[in-house]
């Protein structure tokens, strides 16, 4: 059993940054792969970046690759999202999700956890 929750979402101007993390209780958290999805209003849940258990293979969604960076420390039971160049359309509810399949996924089908998410508003 895995337990997630987000903090660093806010308010902030296009062009600003904001870091996500995810803290996880339970002590296999290192098992797991992290991903963050994102759902913006009237829309799907979208993938948005995966970690992979070891922190060594990463995975973008195109609409964020060279903005966004997804880490993780598994020392601290952490996984993280920075976001750089913020835009209104990254406007969402931010989700981070953990999957069983070691090297991650980009599908939310493949994640068994799931924090509760936090809002994060990109202001024009």
Known sequence: QVQLVESGGGLVQAGGSLRLSCAASGRTFSSYAMGWFRQAPGKEREFVAVVSWSGGTTYYVDSVKGRFTISRDNAKNTAYLQMHSLKPED????????????????????????GQGTQVTVSS
Do not use: E
């Open 91 to 114: 406007t969402a509810v931010y989700y981070c999700a953990a999957s069983p399949s070691g090297l991650g996924s980009r599908f939310a089908r493949q994640y068994d956890y799931w």
